[in-house]
């Protein structure tokens, strides 16, 4: 089993920051590619930002320019950091790893539990 564990979400005035953390653990042989998606009430999960094991990074247009994603130093971390935010980027935020277990010859992807960020106006 991968567990993901996030942590940074909160409360915060918009024009603020926020730091994401995510960790994976468990039996991971590889990451391929870890990253952010959020959800909004009433909307779908859609994509914040991602980072391959390469270090090439993708993000969504209504974020570029405010969020930095980054791998951590530790093995299976990844970072978003979130300057300049505004209301509309209130969800829940969910980390993503794609993942390949050991003894397994394919990726999976796994999720974490999600963290509440909030904007106010």
């Known amino acids: 089993q991968v567990q993901l564990v996030e942590s940074g979400g909160g409360l915060v005035q918009a024009g603020g920051s926020l730091r994401l953390s995510c960790a994976a653990s468990?039996?991971?042989?590889?990451?391929?590619?870890m990253g952010w998606y959020r959800q909004a009430p009433g909307k779908q999960r859609e994509l914040v930002a991602t980072?391959?094991?390469?270090?090439?990074?993708k993000y969504a247009d209504s974020v570029k320019g405010r969020f930095t994603i980054s791998k951590g130093n530790a093995r299976d971390t990844v970072h978003l950091q979130m300057n300049s935010l505004k209301p509309e980027d209130t969800a829940a935020y969910y980390c993503?790893?794609?993942?390949?277990?050991?003894?397994?010859?394919?990726?999976?992807?796994?999720w974490g539990q999600g963290t509440q960020v909030t904007v106010s106006s």
């Open positions: 993503n790893a794609n993942v390949l277990p050991h003894g397994s010859s394919y990726s999976r992807n796994y």
């Open positions: 980072v391959t094991s390469g270090g090439s990074t």
């Open positions: 468990g039996n991971i042989f590889s990451t391929n590619t």
